[in-house]
Structures are given as C-alpha cells and as structure tokens.
C-alpha cells in the first residue's frame, strides 16, 4: 500500500513539472504575443495614415482616432507631432516614415531576442523535468529504497524546489538578456530615447527653434523615463546630471543624448540645420543598442551554466547521494 501511496506522490510530481513548464511556455507566448500585436497595431495605424497621403486623401477622422487609441508613448509622439506639422504647413511623410522604421526595428528586435532567448526556456523546462525523472528512476531501480518513502519524498520535494530555484533564475537571466542587461525600472529608456529624438525632429520640422525643441522633447521624455532626461539635460545649456555606475546600454543611451545636445549647439552657434546630425545620432544609438542586446544574448549561454552548479547539479547530486545512502542504511537492518 505504502508503495502506491509513493508511485502516486512521484507521478503527482511528474504532471506538475510539466504543468508548470507549459504554464512557463504559455506565459512568455502570451506576453510575446502581446507586445507583438501592439506594434501590429501601431504599424498598421502609421500605415494608413501613410497610404493616405500618398495618394492624395486628406487623413480621415478615423485614421486620426486610430492614432490617439494607440499604446503610449505612441499614441502622445505620433499625434501630437504630427498635429503640429499639420498646424504649421510642414511635410507629415518624413516624420510618418521615421516612425514606422522605428515600429518595424522594434518588432524584428523583440522577435530576436525572443528566438535567441528560447534555448534558456528550453533549459527551464528541462531543469524542472529531470528530479521527478531521476526520483522515480532511482526508487525504481535501487534496492531497499521502498523502505524509507517518506525520507525519499521529502528529499524528492526539496530537490524540486531547488531545481525550480534554478529555472526561475534561468529565465529571469534570459529576460535581462532582451533587454541588453538594463534593469527593469530603466527599461523604458530604450523606447523613451528614440521617442524623444523624433519627437525632436517632428518640432524642428515644424519650424520650432531647436533649443525650444530641445526644451519640450525632454519634457516628453521624462513622462517615460525622467532618471534619462535628466542624464540628457532638460535645457540646452544646462549641465546634465551622470547617472552613478551607468550599464553599457545606460551609457549608450546617456552617450547619445550627449551626442544630440552638442549637435544643436553646433548647430546653432553655426546657424545650420541640425536634422542630419541628430538622425545619425539617433541610427547610432539604435545601432548600439542592437549590439548590446546581441552581445547579452550570446553570452547568456555561458551565464546559463551558473544556475545549473549552483541549483540544479546539487539537487541531482544531492538526491543521488541521498538514495544510495538510504539504500545502504536499509541493507544494514
């Protein structure tokens, strides 16, 4: 009866580690699944109010209901920038193109980082899987071990959660890895920065004095990420304020608002436009960006081994241990 009793409590293991791997799959495919749709649907919003235009048609009410329903910081960058060009005479397809590119970048990079980043799921599922498997396969095959099925449960549990321990700190290194090694509360800098810079352009094409622009994209980009805008420099003469012990990613971005700043100034002290120089800032800083993302993801497999020493190989080891030193302690009875 007692070995019925233990069969059970193993296939019960057995069923909730693979419960719990597909629910750690479906998670991560539901949150992919969102982000995706909603750059979907932000594409598919640009694109029309692009075909519009191109063909002649004054953008309907629709279109323009289509933009403000769109997720921020969307819906406030595409809407209100293209609002004042409208109010000003000025050209809406070159802000509308840039737009879209950055939609599209935004997209083929999360559908990397999220194909790179799936043999550490995979490890999970396969970390979580393997003490239920060894527990039953060692109770099956190990003399003696039937004797003592409530030390051996107790073993196989903490194993488990272990384990579990190992493939949790597994995936939270693989979402790091996406986003280049930024911690979570600096996460909206990637998408805060390049939302300012063509929130930038959109004024100055507008025919808004570039410090004047300066001025009101960074208010814009401390609704997303105000630690950045002060990095930046809220004005443009202002002294901006170093983030203390800056990630490389944190440094690229800080580098690039650095890098925007000295282009209007020159531009201005110059009396020349500034537009060039701050698009190749910003393609720049997307260029950096996709290489620290690219560099986090490739050394995530060799950062994949630490969990495995530190949680999953003692589990293993240590359930093994523990089996043979039961069945050796049944043997002398």
């Given at each position: 009866?007692?070995?019925?009793?233990?069969?059970?409590?193993?296939?019960?293991?057995?069923?909730?580690?693979?419960?719990?791997?597909?629910?750690?799959?479906?998670?991560?495919?539901?949150?992919?699944?969102?982000?995706?749709?909603?750059?979907?649907?932000?594409?598919?919003?640009?694109?029309?109010?692009?075909?519009?235009?191109?063909?002649?048609?004054?953008?309907?009410?629709?279109?323009?209901?289509?933009?403000?329903?769109?997720?921020?910081?969307?819906?406030?960058?595409?809407?209100?920038?293209?609002?004042?060009?409208?109010?000003?005479?000025?050209?809406?397809?070159?802000?509308?193109?840039?737009?879209?590119?950055?939609?599209?970048?935004?997209?083929?990079?999360?559908?990397?980082?999220?194909?790179?980043?799936?043999?550490?799921?995979?490890?999970?599922?396969?970390?979580?899987?393997?003490?239920?498997?060894?527990?039953?396969?060692?109770?099956?095959?190990?003399?003696?071990?039937?004797?003592?099925?409530?030390?051996?449960?107790?073993?196989?549990?903490?194993?488990?959660?272990?384990?579990?321990?190992?493939?949790?700190?597994?995936?939270?290194?693989?979402?790091?890895?996406?986003?280049?090694?930024?911690?979570?509360?600096?996460?909206?800098w990637i998408l805060g920065s390049q939302c300012a810079g063509e929130r930038?352009?959109?004024?100055?094409?507008?025919?808004?004095?570039?410090?004047?622009?300066?001025?009101?994209?960074?208010?814009?980009?401390?609704?997303?990420?105000?630690?950045?805008?002060?990095?930046?420099?809220?004005?443009?003469?202002?002294?901006?304020?170093?983030?203390?012990?800056?990630?490389?990613?944190?440094?690229?971005?800080?580098?690039?608002?650095?890098?925007?700043?000295?282009?209007?100034?020159?531009g201005l002290m110059e009396g020349r436009p500034c537009i060039d120089r701050?698009?190749?800032?910003?393609?720049?800083?997307?260029?950096?960006?996709?290489?620290?993302?690219?560099?986090?993801?490739?050394?995530?497999?060799?950062?994949?081994?630490?969990?495995?020493?530190?949680?999953?190989?003692?589990?293993?080891?240590?359930?093994?241990?523990?089996?043979?030193?039961?069945?050796?302690?049944?043997?002398?009875?």
């Amino acid at each position: 009866m007692m070995s019925l009793w233990t069969l059970a409590f193993f296939t019960l293991f057995l069923s909730l580690s693979f419960l719990k791997s597909d629910l750690l799959v479906f998670m991560e495919a539901i949150a992919r699944k969102h982000q995706i749709q909603a750059l979907v649907k932000v594409e598919s919003a640009f694109s029309d109010m692009e075909n519009s235009l191109q063909t002649g048609l004054t953008p309907t009410q629709k279109i323009w209901e289509n933009l403000q329903s769109l997720p921020e910081p969307w819906s406030k960058l595409s809407v209100t920038s293209l609002m004042e060009l409208r109010a000003c005479g000025g050209a809406l397809l070159p802000t509308l193109k840039r737009l879209k590119s950055l939609v599209q970048e935004q997209r083929a990079a999360l559908l990397h980082s999220y194909s790179q980043s799936s043999q550490a799921l995979a490890q999970a599922t396969v970390c979580i899987s393997m003490v239920p498997l060894l527990g039953f396969a060692l109770y099956s095959l190990i003399p003696n071990l039937e004797q003592h099925p409530l030390q051996w449960s107790f073993a196989c549990a903490i194993a488990f959660i272990l384990s579990g321990l190992g493939a949790l700190y597994l995936l939270n290194m693989a979402h790091i890895a996406r986003w280049g090694g930024l911690p979570p509360k600096h996460r909206s800098w990637i998408l805060g920065s390049q939302c300012a810079g063509e929130r930038f352009l959109a004024l100055v094409r507008a025919g808004t004095p570039p410090d004047v622009a300066w001025l009101k994209s960074c208010q814009f980009l401390s609704t997303e990420a105000p630690e950045l805008a002060s990095a930046w420099g809220h004005t443009l003469w202002d002294s901006p304020q170093p983030i203390r012990s800056p990630s490389r990613a944190e440094q690229s971005m800080m580098s690039a608002g650095s890098s925007i700043r000295t282009a209007v100034q020159i531009g201005l002290m110059e009396g020349r436009p500034c537009i060039d120089r701050v698009e190749t800032a910003l393609e720049a800083l997307r260029l950096d960006m996709k290489t620290h993302i690219e560099r986090e993801l490739n050394l995530l497999p060799t950062r994949a081994l630490k969990p495995l020493f530190i949680f999953i190989a003692p589990a293993l080891l240590g359930l093994l241990a523990f089996g043979i030193l039961l069945a050796s302690l049944g043997s002398f009875e």
